[in-house]
């Protein structure tokens, strides 16, 4: 693969002791610009998140779990599910994108081969085991773990690389904590010159670990929110997201995630809650970074691995469909509100949603207009289209 | 300082079976190793479902309180079994037989939520993991979890459904890119037809089959499906596809593409005789060549067993020992998809590779352990399945160290011989000053400290 160099915050961000902007009156690095990816687990229902509600087949096919007109937060030919204020008022300030009908070619109906394909950014056909922020990593130069950190105890595919791993925390100072008791890192440092290319190849792993941590921990410090987040872990894991970006923290990518959106059986009451605690969430977290004039540095990415049918079940709920929505929030959107149109419920793939727009196209912009990154290289054997909503 | 056999012995079984068993370290003879290695107690199934028969109507007849129950009992069985597995492998001594088994999971990778299902393909993996390679596919491929797992019910003559044929020859035989798409289509035609009863046997549906004339693999006939398993054997590409994957687990994670051949080309000349390649694996010499030794990382599994082996672990309930499988990513009868697991170093990231340099000390020690593993999203799905996660801070685990104590204590010097048997490399010492940190205490307690901390160290990571 080869190695591409692109722009990168200076060495000043590279050391332990990084201070941020409000604190040295000095001349800063470029200023760092974070993606959030919030992943929707379980099949998101765009259907219901925004309601075609002027297409009568949606009342007649969603006879119990339609939404009323008149709960909707209506904007223009759409209305959102009433319980994504927050939501609704990113979309008036001219905060929110949103793009319908994303999805890819022969999609799987299947969680895992779902997600791992949207991880990984692959064709429905090929089996890879890294995922698209693994491999953003390993293109840059001297990237480090913490340069995509996960909300959570454990990895995701999207952040495993070839060569370098994003670092999963869920608490910077219960890992560090853990680590640092002194014997991990004593450890760390006693492989050093190890000849053992796989033990090498671990101490080193550990070590980077260990050096992370101490790096996230320092910089989480920082600044601790003072913004009242709603008690969820969701709302936990977005601020925690927050305090790193408010901190200055080098990090590039946050990845956290929400499930409970499979909603097969009773899908009105289930939707409503996930929505809830969603909206509520993203709510605080855009208002912790709007009182620190972060907003228009960080771009926000909203997806599910795919939408549902569009038929309710004899559960009153909905199955697994194939296109569903992507939202898209921050301060600095160029394109804002609905990029495209919503579904045509005249117009289905056998019962489904019909996809329009392959979801690498949106990671490929990301990559290339916010990162500055080669997507080609970073998401193989796929024609980057780049789309323009930064 | 081991002697040569010392390394043989010790290299055979972390990789031909789960590791030395603690009981067996005084063997240091090869020929005797090899003898244990290769025993093959009469085949015995492993039997944990109770459910018989399962009705094509029993789930859409059913209330919806019903249908709850009867998943509940589904679940509930396949954790059973899962861990009834687990607990073969940790006190098998048809080592190597059972370690092939193991491997031939991840090979035929395979999920279904029919726990008789399930049951029946793990024994078939397990009776015929030495048999012929051609004995063990067919076998797996008429099995009702795979059949259903890759959709072959609903391959008719008038509808063929080519996921199949499709899976068979890329993740099973051939790899991608040494068949067309025509192939594909033709095997699918030729499969059709290929079902199971309720009772999970193979039956053939002579309605649904296609008999009419196919061309595979530039081969034209009127081909069925073990014509189709015939003619894929026929490619030597076959052998090179087995062989590599044989390479990877249990040679190294770097591959040789030269010796792979090598091996291959052996593989296919013997008829694809499995126990034959193996026994030739293990009697040559450059299988114990210094650049092989502790070249793998391990798998989740082969990390578990040897604990709970060596230690007689007792796990307080079910759902401790798949919650650990679901945190380091490899749970038994769970592969995340068709293609198994990638094994090697997409075991290690920041956080597994901590759990796993802890995992000694939480099983063995009580150690706190306050990592959650990932939620699925899917509400039919594994955390289903895993029942609830183990969500409290400390696992409730009992061991056995009584052995152990009676093994080293009271040794002059102990720590040269615990380091050779419980690290895989050669001539290793453990880091001099880090023990006098680490390891504490006199007597027992000097023991055990320093198994944990040898335990904890990445070295015990590799095999």
Redesign the interface.
Known sequence: MNRRKFLQTSALASTALFLPRFLKGQTLPETNKPLVVIQLTGGNDALNMLVPFRDDNYYRLRPTIGINKSDLLVTGDAGFHPALSGLYRLMDEGNLAIINNIGYPEPDRSHFRAMDIWQSASGSGSFINTGWIGRFLDQMENSKSHFAIEADDTLSLALKGDLRNGLAVKNPERLFRNLSEGYFSDIAGSGKGHTHHQASYLYKTLSETVESADYIYKTSHIYKSGEKYPDTEFSKNLKTISELIISGSETKIYYASLSGFDTHIQQKPRQEQVLKTLDEGLAAFASDLKSNKKFEDVLILIFSEFGRRVEQNASNGTDHGKAGVVLLAGGSLKKKGMINSIPDLSQLDDGDLKYQTDFRNIYATILKKWFHANPDVIIPGFKNELMNFI | MEGKDQVKVKHLFNRMAFGLPMEQSELTSYGEAFKMIRLEKAFSPLKVTTAGKVLKTELINLS?EERKKLLKGRHEELRSLNVAWINLLAGTDSYLKEKLAFFWHGHFACRNGIPLYMEDYVNILRRDSLSDFKTLLTGVIKSAAMLQFLNNQQNRKSHPNENFARELMELFTLGRGNYSEMDVKEAARAFTGWGFNESGEFEFRERQHDFGEKIFLGEKGNFNGDDIIRIILKQKQCAVFICTKFWKSFIS?EMDSEAIKRMAEAYYKSGYKTDELFNSIMNSDWFYEVKYI????KSPIELIVPLMRDFHLEFTSDTQLLTIQR?L?QILLFP??V?GW?GG??W???????YR?KLARILLANEAD????????????FAKMTGSVFKQDRMKVISDWKYIYNKFDGLPDPIPVVASHVIA?NNWAP?A??LS??KVGQGTEGIKSLILHLM????Y??C
Do not use: C, H
Not at chain 2, 370 to 381: E, M, R, Y
């Open positions: 919806a994670d502790g070249a793998r990382i945190i990513g995340p998809n293609a990638s170093r997409n290690i990231d920041s956080s597994s590779l901590v340099l306050l990592i959650q593993p990932k939620d699925d999203g899917d509400v039919n799905g490399l880091d000053e880090l940190k680490y904890s160290l990445p070295e990571q590799l």
